[in-house]
């Protein structure tokens, strides 16, 4: 079983920055496929960006350039910071593990991922 905490979300105006946390249960970072999606009132999930069991990362068009994940296999725990944060990011943020795909996936996938947290609230003001 795949314990996901997350942590890090607030308000912030237009142009700020945050940083995401999760932790995770024992060698979940270093055995799965890890990510972030969100989702806003009324709109569908969307991957934000995940990062392979051995460090490769992906991201979602509307984030590239802005936001980097990464993670600490020794603390098991996931992070995303967010830099150049738009209104249009506000959301409710999710950290995900992917436990059926061998340590792989992409940002896309991670919306379908068999474990998530209880997510953490981002808004960002213009």
């Known amino acids: 079983q795949v314990q996901l905490v997350e942590s890090g979300g607030g308000s912030v105006q237009a142009g700020g920055s945050l940083r995401l946390s999760c932790a995770a249960s024992?060698?979940?970072?270093?055995?799965?496929?890890m990510g972030w999606f969100r989702q806003a009132p009324g709109n569908e999930r969307e991957g934000v960006a995940a990062?392979?069991?051995?460090?490769?990362?992906t991201y979602g068009n509307s984030v590239k350039g802005r936001f980097t994940i990464s993670k600490d296999n020794a603390k098991n725990t996931l992070y995303l910071q967010m830099n150049s944060l738009k209104p249009e990011d506000t959301a409710m943020y999710y950290c995900?593990?992917?436990?059926?795909?061998?340590?792989?996936?992409?940002?896309?996938?991670?919306?379908?991922?068999?474990?998530r947290g209880q997510g953490t609230q981002v808004t960002v003001s213009s």
């Open positions: 990062i392979d069991s051995i460090g490769r990362a």
């Open positions: 995900a593990a992917e436990t059926r795909s061998g340590g792989y996936c992409y940002f896309f996938q991670i919306t379908d991922s068999d474990y």
């Open positions: 024992a060698y979940t970072t270093s055995s799965y496929c």
